[in-house]
């Protein structure tokens, strides 16, 4: 397949100064990204993921022309990001986390309004994108509302939107649930996917929410220290350090340890129980079995954390 989205060799250095002394500075480099190579093929929904500094944000700042590498090549849809900026503005997505792209101080209808003019898209299409996003993302109630007023979780829906009314070839998402309440993930979630599957729009996610990832990506990289150390299904990273996920279980009154195949007890608060199984595995089976067994209140699946399943990789060998 073609690949829409190129890096090879990649390497992002950043000259840092260092006070030392009253009128001594120190100056020192730091390699954020360190010889990084992938493809991600047109359509491809990816999720790229590391520890907070890890230089997942370099990576994608260098995507979108917003940083030059220090070295290697990137090439998107074709173009070098960084000598035709404006150029790939025009074929790309962007959601930043906390940086919102819309106008704070006017309503949200009014900022989609100035993103049809500045990238030129034709009233009917724009009319056609905005009347989907709308209702996928449930925005109708919120057009007439200052971007300030706005939640984080609505914010959030808004930028999805913004980010797409122009038709883009490639959608960066950073965080995309961020602040979001488990219905409106779902709602996201299942909006991204219907557009993956109808627009052909290809995605790099990233994300500290594995449910994300699990949903939406049947491939996943991981970037640590700069290197990406693992390129693969999600399953796979998983085997690699031996990862577990946690399901809570809240009983009617206190009991021993519970006694469930494929799960090992690891805390126990009265009547709370915490049973670790393998992040890999499905929890239907594990739910099934205590609701059959025990008295059962209540219960809920805990995801590993992405440090959690980077750390585990090292220490298992992988990587």
């Given at each position: 397949?073609?690949?829409?989205?190129?890096?090879?060799?990649?390497?992002?250095?950043?000259?840092?100064?260092?006070?030392?002394?009253?009128?001594?500075?120190?100056?020192?480099?730091?390699?954020?990204?360190?010889?990084?190579s992938f493809e991600v093929p047109r359509g491809e929904m990816v999720g790229y993921i590391g520890p907070n500094g890890a230089g997942k944000s370099t990576t994608i700042k260098m995507l979108t022309g917003i940083l030059t590498p220090s070295g290697g090549r990137v090439r998107v849809a074709g173009i070098d990001p960084a000598r035709e900026r404006t150029r790939l503005a025009h074929r790309i997505g962007v959601v930043f986390g906390q940086r919102t792209t819309l106008w704070w101080d006017l309503p949200l209808k009014d900022s989609y309004a100035l993103m049809r003019r500045m990238y030129r898209i034709p009233q009917a299409r724009y009319a056609a994108n905005l009347e989907r996003c709308v209702e996928l993302l449930e925005l109708e109630k919120l057009l007439d509302v200052p971007v300030r007023q706005l939640s984080l979780g609505q914010r959030m829906r808004?930028?999805?939107?913004?980010?797409?009314?122009?038709?883009?070839?490639?959608?960066?998402?950073?965080?995309?649930?961020?602040?979001?309440?488990?219905?409106?993930?779902?709602?996201?979630?299942?909006?991204?996917r219907d557009m993956n599957a109808e627009s052909g729009t290809t995605v790099?996610?990233?994300?500290?929410?594995l449910q994300d990832i699990e949903q939406l990506c049947e491939r996943v990289m991981v970037i640590d220290?700069?290197?990406?150390?693992?390129?693969?299904?999600?399953?796979?990273?998983?085997?690699?350090?031996?990862?577990?996920?946690?399901?809570?279980?809240?009983?009617?009154?206190?009991?021993?340890?519970?006694?469930?195949p494929g799960a090992r007890v690891v805390k126990v608060e009265g009547p709370r129980q915490w049973l670790a199984f393998p992040a890999e595995s499905s929890a239907a089976p594990l739910v099934a079995a205590v609701a059959a067994k025990y008295p059962l209140l209540d219960l809920s699946v805990r995801e590993p954390d992405i440090e959690d399943v980077i750390a585990r990789m090292y220490a298992g060998g992988g990587g």
């Open positions: 397949m073609e690949a829409l989205i190129r890096l090879d060799g990649v390497e992002k250095v950043f000259d840092v100064r260092k006070r030392t002394g009253l009128l001594r500075r120190e100056r020192r480099q730091v390699r954020a990204v360190d010889g990084i808004g930028d999805i939107a913004a980010a797409l009314l122009h038709d883009p070839e490639v959608l960066y998402l950073d965080e995309p649930t961020i602040g979001l309440d488990v219905v409106s993930k779902a709602k996201v979630r299942a909006f991204l790099l996610l990233t994300t500290h929410d220290h700069g290197r990406l150390v693992y390129d693969g299904p999600l399953s796979g990273l998983h085997s690699a350090g031996g990862s577990e996920r946690t399901l809570v279980v809240d009983l009617e009154r206190g009991l021993p340890p519970l006694d469930v």
